[in-house]
């Protein structure tokens, strides 16, 4: 079945590059998103990318994705307060199924 | 604000009880989506529907069932509550054949 890894926690310093990472085991996958979940709060579409691509980039977010070593990372650049938040990787799959699978989600802390 | 709606936001119940939650899914999307979220079993993809019939089952317990009436909001009801059942319920809703599933604020259930 399918599975999405993401590390747990993640602190960056206010103004610097975030760099958070999502491997997934399904080949098949078609459509690979980033989800953002500040607390108390539901789920935000952040931005998604096609399996064929190996880049998107939308203003502040870049995402990168390697599909040889099933590989997803989202940057986002400057990072901000308003950034922490937990970050959730997901795929969907090619079998007609429209469900996602989502990650374990990264915690995104900024230090002043 | 994603458009999908969710009642209600809280709910407290106790163990052995059923209750009804709500979604309205945005406006013209015809799937609807149903999603946990634990602690201990992160977000899960528990039922989708489609335009009044059910498409896709995951991890939905026998306990737990769901529908879509015609105007296409969904009601996913949960009966013989255990303490473990408390968790964020989502509901996402998309477009057909969309690529992307916008998620709604949650309702939180706690189980006492």
């Known amino acids: 079945g399918e599975d999405v890894e993401q590390s747990l926690f993640l602190s960056v310093r206010e103004g610097d590059s975030s760099v958070i990472n999502c491997t997934y085991t399904d080949s098949s996958s078609t459509y690979l998103y980033w989800y953002k979940q500040e607390p108390g709060a539901g789920l935000q579409l952040l931005t998604y990318i096609f399996s064929n691509m190996d880049m998107k980039q939308d203003q502040r977010l870049t995402v990168l994705l390697n599909k040889k070593d099933k590989h997803l990372s989202l940057r986002i650049a400057d990072t901000q307060t308003g950034d922490s938040a937990i970050y959730f990787c997901a795929e969907r799959d090619n079998f007609g199924n429209e469900k996602l699978t989502f990650g374990t989600g990264t915690r995104l802390t900024i230090i002043p | ?112």
């Open chain 2, 1 to 112: 604000d994603s458009g999908v709606t969710q009642t209600p936001k809280h709910l407290i119940t106790a163990t052995g009880q059923r209750v009804t939650l709500r979604c309205s899914p945005r406006s013209g999307d015809l799937s609807v989506y149903w999603y946990q979220q634990s602690l201990d079993q992160g977000l899960q993809f528990l039922i989708q529907y489609y335009n009044g019939e059910e498409r896709a089952k995951g991890n939905i317990l026998e306990r737990f069932s769901a529908q879509q009436f015609p105007d296409l909001h969904s009601e996913l009801n949960l009966s013989s509550l255990e303490l473990g059942d408390s968790a964020l319920y989502f509901c996402a809703s998309s477009e057909e054949q969309s690529d992307t599933q916008y998620f709604g604020p949650g309702t939180r259930l706690t189980v006492l």
